[in-house]
Each structure stands twice: as C-alpha cells, then as structure tokens.
C-alpha cells in the first residue's frame, strides 16, 4: 500500500477493557485518515471478527479471557491472504513485557505501550502501515535481543540470507542496528526512496512480512549479533 491511501485506514481495536476501547476510538476517529471499524473484547471474538472484515491494523491487547492476543495474531493472520493480512501492534503495560516477545514471534509488528500519548498512537498505526518498525530503536534493539537470546529461539540456517545482494545485506545489518530509512540512506550515501526499494527487496527475498521480521531474521542468522556496535 502506498503511504498516503485515497481511503481511511482501517482499524480493529482488541482489548477487554471498554474504556480503553472507547479511549483508542475518540483519537482514531477523530483523525481524516483513519477510521475504527470493528472492536472486540477478546482474542477469540477479534478472530471471528476479522475472518469477515478486512482491516489495515489491528491494535492488540495481550492479556485477555478466552484468547490472548499472541494466540489471536497468529491466528488472524494465519488466516488471511499474504497481500490482505493486516499489521498487528500488541498494547502492553510492561516495557519488554514477555508475552510482548511470544506476540512478535506470532507475526506481530511491533508494539506500544499503553500509556503512550495520543499523537505517538496515530503515528505508529501510520508508521506500521507503511511497513516499518513501531518500536523506538532502542526499544527495538533490546526486544530483538531477546527474541533471539529466548531458549525457544529456533536455529535459523543463515543460507536464507543466500538471496540477497552485499547492498541489501548492507541495508538489513542497518536495519538490525535499529536506523531508519533516511539514516540508512545517510550512511550509504544513497537517496532514501533507493533505500525504500532495498527494504522492499529484502523483504519479499526473506519472505518477511515487515520490517521486524526480516529485522528478527537478521538476529537469528548471526548477521547482526546482540551487543554489536
């Protein structure tokens, strides 16, 4: 999708707590570009909701009855098409919580935390739908760390990383380290919109749903190790 829509973004907000529901709903609905069109209770509920509904982002709480939110990301994108799938952000009260680090692995794209302000909520659904990180740098750093340091981190043959040419193996160590596409592109004395097309391009040779997973791959592989400059 491109990064200005010719419609409203469309959200699903998931959290077992009405006022927090509610609360979300007055900031998105109050923006042009973006819209609330579903909500629901719990993880299950958000399941059967979004089987039918096709949404651009979904914020996720973790803790919920029934079906928590990691269970529920894998499943709502389990289910829906590569090229319809929406972007997850997992709300959380704990920096680093640990089920944040279950949710990421489940595909989610980042998350945030729920004393957030309202103009860093709309810029992370904005952010997350362009395909990048909705997590601060540093936060991304020491969250990435500890997705790969986790005991049920699986090895990863680093053949996956076979695809890509030395710029765009460039462009994900960057990546790894946390830079965004315009100090990437700083730093390689490129244009950002040459960097844009790198991202795309590593992205779809690692089959990466977003920036996070590839970012995650690049952990996982040893080409970006934890700690490393």
Not at 66 to 92: C, F, N, S, Y
Not at 99 to 111: K, M, N, P, T
Not at 181 to 209: C, D, P, S, Y
């Amino acid at each position: 999708m491109t990064d200005t829509p010719d419609r409203p973004l469309r959200i699903a907000l998931v959290d077992d707590q009405p006022l927090v529901r509610a609360g979300f709903a007055m900031v998105i609905d109050s923006q042009e570009d973006m819209e609330v069109v579903a909500q629901a209770a719990d993880g299950a509920a958000a399941v059967e909701e979004l089987r039918a509904r096709r949404v651009d982002v979904v914020l996720m709480d973790v803790r919920m009855p029934r079906m928590d939110g990691i269970e529920a990301t894998a499943q709502i994108l389990a289910q829906a098409a590569a090229d319809r799938a929406p972007k997850v952000i997992v709300l959380t009260t704990f920096d680093l919580d640990e089920y944040v680090v279950a949710a990421i692995r489940a595909g989610a794209s980042g998350f945030l935390l729920k004393d957030a302000q309202p103009e860093e909520l709309l810029g992370a659904i904005r952010t997350v739908q362009r395909g990048d990180a909705v997590i601060a740098p540093s936060a991304t750093r020491r969250l990435l760390e500890r997705v790969v340091l986790a005991p049920e981190a699986a090895e990863r043959d680093d053949a996956v990383l076979a695809p890509l040419t030395e710029r765009e193996r460039e462009v994900l160590v960057l990546m790894g380290k946390g830079f965004s596409n315009q100090e990437i592109g700083a730093e390689l004395f490129v244009a950002e919109a040459t960097v844009k097309t790198h991202v795309g391009r590593v992205l779809a040779k690692l089959g990466a749903r977003d920036r996070v997973q590839a970012v995650i791959v690049a952990f996982e592989t040893g080409l970006v190790t934890p700690g490393a400059d």
